[in-house]
């Protein structure tokens, strides 16, 4: 979970999934694995993610870091913002990656922010249109109990929206099931 967090940047998830079946094929599908191989050998494997150079140092770097730190057993001794910290402070792992990967792999109560999140937000003015990633965090956070499985499944149904719906172009806001939370131009000549 942890390495599809970090190949899923900027990709697919499909993509990644061609990438991290290619590691279990060739037994590479672990941190110890990873933070001996040569990176030439990773490239290779993780190519159908994309940007797989600057992907596979950053993940053989990640798994070295991993592996040195003593592993998960050790890293779930860590606070929940030491262990965001720790991820930070790493190549190539930004907030929305340091996040999911505390929230799916580590079960810790931190709610994940991605485009399709923001988007929606910012379409139903539920944040300002210059809302960073750690306003829309806390937006979520001040307002759901922190409960983990609740900010996974919350996190997948936004999601879901703003696949199939909220695009960046036309919206298909008739058919979306947030269309009765919408504040369009009736509701606001309404309010005035
Ligand atoms: S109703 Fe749905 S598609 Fe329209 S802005 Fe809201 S989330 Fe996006």
């Known amino acids: 979970m942890i390495i599809g967090a970090l190949l899923t940047q900027n990709t697919t998830w499909k993509n990644v999934e061609k990438a991290l079946a290619n590691l279990r094929l060739n037994n590479q599908l672990s941190f110890s694995a990873i933070s001996v191989s040569p990176l030439q050998e990773l490239q290779k494997q993780i190519k159908p993610s994309g940007y797989f150079r600057q992907k596979s140092e950053r993940l053989k770097a990640l798994a070295i870091a991993f592996t040195d730190a003593g592993g998960i057993s050790q890293l779930e001794q860590k606070t929940t913002s030491d262990l965001r910290k720790w991820f930070l402070a790493l190549k190539g792992i930004g907030p929305e990656t340091a996040d999911s ?30 809302a960073n990633y750690n306003e829309a965090q806390n937006y ?6 922190a409960d983990p499985t609740l900010f996974n499944e919350y996190h997948a149904l936004l ?3 703003g696949k199939n719906f909220c695009r960046p172009k036309s919206p298909l806001c008739e058919k979306c099931p947030l269309n009765h939370l919408r504040i369009d131009s009736t509701t606001k000549e309404d309010q005035q």
């Open 101 to 130: 990967i505390l929230l799916y792999a580590f079960k810790r109560p931190l709610f994940v922010i991605d485009a399709y999140t923001l988007r929606i937000c910012k379409r139903h003015e539920w944040l300002p249109i210059t």
């Open 140 to 145: 979520f956070t001040r307002q759901l109990p």
């Open 159 to 161: 999601v879901q929206i």
